[in-house]
């Protein structure tokens, strides 16, 4: 029998036994326990080892199984999107809600984007109107150098113009079909 099946197969109040007072007999005592013990992880490993490659043949019949349905829906995703796209711009639709679902679109600003923090910084604390946005951990304000180019039309060195652009979106109804 294996000390993991003696653990298991033990009477409860083996487990709760006192702890023997004479040296010997207490070690005899913690080295069955330190066995038993050894024995019960080995199993746990055992079952988390068995349980890892449950684990990794339902993923591979998961992605199997998925593979072509992702495919499909990014495939209708693409085709409403573009849908959205032609309400929005030819139409001027910003939402198509219907049963099954909305389509749409939402304009985005321009942004600023820093590409080049030195420069951005040393402009930023240049210019009279973000020098009082500079941190003191040196780093312009974004939103403050949005603000500058808006109000002066320039575009600060160090900065690139990130066009307007518009988010297509698809949002399908959920529903509680096991379809």
């Known amino acids: ?10 009477d409860e109040s083996e487990h709760e036994a006192p702890i023997p ?9 913690i080295d069955s326990r330190l066995r038993a013990l050894a024995a019960i992880q080995r199993k746990i490993d055992h079952n988390e ?5 449950q684990i990794e043949k339902i993923n591979e019949w998961l992605h199997s199984v998925n593979r072509p349905l992702n495919s499909q829906a990014e ?4 085709l409403l999107e573009h849908e959205a796209m032609v309400r929005y711009i030819e139409h001027g639709q910003k939402t198509v809600s219907l049963p099954g679902g909305k389509i749409g679109g939402r304009a985005r600003p321009a942004t600023v984007e820093i590409v ?18 500079v941190r003191v951990t040196e780093r312009i304000n974004v939103t403050s150098l949005r603000e500058y180019m808006q109000a002066t039309g320039e575009i600060p060195p160090g ?3 990130v066009p307007a652009t518009v988010r297509y979106y698809v949002t399908p109804t959920v529903e509680d079909n096991d379809d």
């Open 159 to 161: 900065c690139e113009l």
């Open 75 to 78: 495939y209708l995703r693409h």
């Open 49 to 53: 080892a068995v349980a890892d490659r």
């Open 1 to 10: 029998m294996t000390d993991f099946e003696e653990w298991i197969s033990a």
């Open 116 to 133: 080049d923090a030195d420069k951005a910084l040393e402009f930023a604390k240049s210019s009279e109107l973000l020098k009082d946005k």
């Open 21 to 29: 007072d004479n040296p010997v007999d207490r070690d005899l005592w």
